[in-house]
């Protein structure tokens, strides 16, 4: 059983097209994030909902809009891609956003823009 | 501006000995540090944390040691197993206002265990 799952694995799109990536935690958690590690390894966080409310915002170009229809799943859906958006993106989740509330990451989604 | 860093990229230690991988901060306000363990093509995972009022937390063969004076944290894995390679990721945080919750991640020190 996947804690935290994210779908797909692997994205490989052209320039411009827009394309979604979905989360989903099963650990009843109340806080979800999403975060992108770039090609220098940094893992930086862009957004963070606590309830389906969007508590972090970090500064994202606003191609970029994440949707949280529960609170058990945080998509990402970004528009007119740019090969700039190459990355890994993280999602992750956590039972508060407390000290001792660690993140629970998921595999990641390797996204390639061509 | 990079508030965690972490400045050697990789690690190597024959497996048995202590590996200790270093972790430095520049945020004064950062009040709870955590280390991750990543291996490819999978998510971080929570190793062990330690808050800024305590200067070790122990949790089996892993050691966290923090410097608040320094602004240095250090892990410790005594002994060092083959399994144990993986990326470390120092990360830190602090429960104030807009950044509730926000964790500020290093890049990451590539251990490699070998036998």
């Known amino acids: 059983d996947t804690a935290v799952s994210q779908t797909p694995k692997y994205l490989v799109t052209q320039m411009g097209n827009d394309k979604s990536i979905k989360c989903e935690q099963n650990l009843g958690h109340d806080t979800m994030y999403w975060y992108k590690q770039d090609s220098k390894k940094f893992l930086k966080i862009m957004f963070s909902y606590n309830n389906k409310e969007l508590i972090i915002n970090e500064t994202v170009p606003n191609r970029f809009s994440p949707k949280s229809p529960d609170k058990a799943h945080l998509n990402l859906h970004i528009n007119s891609l740019e090969l700039g958006d190459s990355a890994v993106y993280f999602c992750a989740s956590s039972s508060g956003t407390g000290r001792n509330s660690p993140l629970h990451f998921g595999n990641g989604t390797r996204l390639t823009v061509t | ?115």
Not at chain 2, 13 to 25: A, F, P
Not at chain 2, 83 to 112: E, M, N, W
Request: hydrophobic content about 30%; charged content about 20%; overall charge positive.
């Open chain 2, 1 to 115: 501006d990079q508030q965690v860093k972490q400045n050697s990229p990789s690690l190597s230690v024959q497996e048995g000995r202590i590996s200790i991988l270093n972790c430095d901060y520049t945020n004064s306000m950062f009040d709870y540090f955590l280390w991750y363990k990543k291996y490819p093509a999978e998510g971080p995972t929570f190793l062990i944390s330690i808050s800024s009022i305590k200067d070790k937390n122990e949790d089996g063969r892993f050691t966290v040691f923090l410097n608040k004076s320094a602004k240095h944290l250090s892990l410790h894995i005594v002994p060092s197993q083959p399994g144990d390679s993986a990326v470390y990721f120092c990360a830190a945080k602090h429960g104030r206002g807009s950044t509730l919750g926000r964790l500020y991640f290093g890049r990451g020190t590539q251990l490699t265990v070998w036998p």
